[in-house]
């Protein structure tokens, strides 16, 4: 079958490679339908290894590079493992990227995302979503809908993880939230934003094409910190008060210090942002705002209620597939989001 390949920094092949046997006991082998591109994917191909175990084999999986890429897809069903009881042949799912020891506290009490041992699909895993086939475990499977297409279903890993980032920001009905960065993260962040009930979404965003894709995504207000001073603007629009909740997802210092400045006093302030490196922020202003800085990685815990949203009116799948590949071109949507990211939400990739 045909796979996208990390071999090094810089070296990403698509190639011919064996296609997964029978799935093992508690797997099931997936046909992939689409896998999108994500930011960590760029950060692996232009800075990596990050993630990908490229010296030695990692703890818990075993893999070692070269690793098949890909960790946000969908797909059908097409061969159970033995003990397989929730899925069947045929059974249209998206998967959860994350692969926990099983043992740990963590991944006994629910937050297998903050497993020590952690493995990923598509990057510390045997197989990822940019290849025509890959066998994972039974509990990464999640159930789609017929509502939610295929393409919006390789949109359920990235909508989780926003969906659960805002969840732990305690949205109450009517706050006010600010998306600093209109990406993929933050456009699904606006939607995540609304439905967990926000009166007013204010997103900022410099690039126009991203404001337009912020409105269509249900932002109230749109500001372009190139042209207004974005701290000014969102006080301007709360009586000088600053943002309820402020979800940081663009990753570079000046968004960071400006995500926990426009928070009000009180603010809860959610970073999904990846930081290349450490970056400073305004400490004096947290303490004297007693603002609240919560980290949030990966959706797991709330697949099924974000795949519920996805099903329904409240969420624009359109608005954020702004391109669709295939896989023989591969490298070339690399080069697009590391060219003219700003005029792109998500690519979607097809092996087929
Ligand atoms: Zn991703
Ligand atoms: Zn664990």
Known sequence: MKAAVWYARGDVRVEEVPEPPSPPPG??????AWCGLCGTDLHEYLGGPLYIPA??????TGVKAPVILGHEMSGEVVEVGN???RFKVGDRVALCPIIGCLQCTWCQSGLMGLCPNIAFLGVSWTGGGFAQYVNVYEYMCYRLPPEVSYEVGALVEPFAAVYR????????PGETVAVVGAGPIGLMGIQAARVQGAGRVIAIEPAARRQELAHRCGATIVVDPMRQDALTAVRDLTE???ADVVLESAGIEATGILAGRIARRKGRIVVMG???RPAPFDYTDLVYGEKVVMGSMGGYGLFDEAIQVMASNAFNGEALITGKIKLDDILEGF???IRHKEEHAKILVSPA
């Open 240 to 242: 000088g008060a600053g």
């Open 55 to 60: 010296d030695a084999p990692h703890p818990l």
């Open 335 to 337: 080069n697009t989001l």
């Open 274 to 276: 990846v930081f290349e």
């Open 83 to 85: 003990g397989v009881t």
């Open 27 to 32: 797997q099931v082998k997936v046909k992939v």
């Open 165 to 172: 980032a805002m969840k732990q920001a305690n949205i109450q």
